[in-house]
């Protein structure tokens, strides 16, 4: 089993929270490209995760993989109704930030910017934290929301819905953020613990 696992003494780690690529390496050995069966294939969904050191990892249970991936796809991308892109982006940035996956929060707070224009909001997320006020009764309450629920939730309840309806959401809205945040309240623990985040060599020089 020691072959499997990697260390990487070298390896420059991020010091703060940020909106700029990162890269991710794996503590655990991944499917080789090369070596990826049609299964494994078929469940990456998106033939360039194939790339990605991350979903080849995942691979090892291609049916768990693309019940993952589907899930994912369908909480960001599925926008026919509910709330807008940028919101169930904040809601994975916000969640990521308080657990502290210095990967997931890049990646959906620079997403979260993309797709609202409001990069200087996003930012203070991540400077100051799950408790900066945004000065948007809408974002405060799906970063609170999103908050409450990454920390206990069992305890997320009806003050958190009618917080959330409060600031104006309707009810496709709020089962929108809840899916964003709960989907990466889990999702930012299987990151932590299967590899870091680290600066591209591209950066660090």
Excluded at 33 to 40: I, R
Excluded at 117 to 130: F, M, N, S
Excluded at 181 to 191: E, G, P, Q, T, V
Aim: with cysteine; proline share 5%.
């Amino acid at each position: 089993m020691s072959d499997l696992v990697i260390d990487y003494p070298d390896l420059d780690r991020p010091d703060a929270f940020t909106q700029r690529g990162l890269g991710w390496v794996p503590w655990l050995l991944p499917v080789a490209e090369a070596e990826l069966t049609p299964a494994q294939r078929d469940a990456l969904i998106e033939p360039a995760r194939a790339k990605m050191p991350y979903f080849r990892l995942l691979a090892r249970d291609p049916d768990a993989l693309r019940a993952r991936t589907l899930t994912d796809l369908d909480i960001f991308f599925n926008v026919e109704g509910g709330i807008g892109r940028a919101e169930r982006e904040l809601a994975a940035a916000a969640t990521s930030r308080h657990n502290g996956c210095v990967f997931c929060a890049h990646v959906h707070a620079a997403a979260a910017t993309r797709e609202s224009d409001r990069e200087a909001d996003v930012q203070r997320l991540l400077d100051e934290g799950t408790g900066a006020d945004f000065g948007d009764a809408t974002w405060n309450a799906v970063v609170r929301a999103s908050v409450a629920l990454a920390d206990t939730p069992l305890a997320f309840g009806e003050a958190d819905i009618a917080a959330l309806a409060e600031a104006g959401l309707d009810d496709a809205e709020i089962v929108d953020v809840i899916g964003g945040a709960a989907f990466f309240n889990w999702a930012n623990r299987l990151m932590l613990s299967l590899g870091e985040p680290e600066v591209p060599a591209r950066r660090g020089a």
